[in-house]
């Protein structure tokens, strides 16, 4: 067991660590598929497992990941565009799944929680913003 902050960053040092290639390394062997998986942040979607990707392989497709509350599209579309127009996306996945606790939230219920935490004098502010709930 570590006992100082010296043996804990010795004991977290990774073990015959190969780092993924940078995409301009992976791209000059030919271009592989790029991929982009909008998700939701929720720990329980393993992207991964799910739709079975060979992520971080040298042959495989290079997988990036935009994870948002409820997966929404709305908050990826900046990522999507600047990855296509840097290198070019062959695929763009969307995943939602059930029992999504970000469709219990609505733009009222969420700008009420910033109300309760914010002196008035703000509130007309909180009142114009759009705070993307995914259920409306």
């Known amino acids: 067991m570590a006992t100082t ?3 804990l960053i010795a004991d977290c040092e990774p ?4 780092p993924f290639p940078t995409l301009a390394e992976a791209n000059a062997n030919g271009k592989p598929r790029l991929t982009i998986v909008v998700s939701c942040m929720d720990p329980r979607c393993s992207i991964e497992k799910f739709i079975g990707l060979n992520v971080g392989s040298k042959t495989g ?6 994870r948002n509350a409820g997966g929404n599209i709305r908050f990826a579309v900046r990522d999507i565009l ?19 606790g970000s469709l ?3 733009n009222e219920g969420l700008r009420d ?18 705070w993307g709930a995914n259920t409306e």
């Open 5 to 7: 902050v010296a043996d």
């Open 15 to 18: 073990r015959d660590f190969t």
């Open 61 to 66: 497709e290079l997988v990036m990941q935009s």
């Open 82 to 100: 600047l990855i296509d127009r840097q290198f070019g996306l062959d695929e763009v996945v969307v995943v939602h799944h059930t029992d999504c």
């Open 104 to 106: 219990t939230f609505t």
């Open 113 to 130: 929680a910033v109300k309760e935490r914010i002196d008035s004098a703000h509130w007309s502010e909180i009142d114009k913003i759009n």
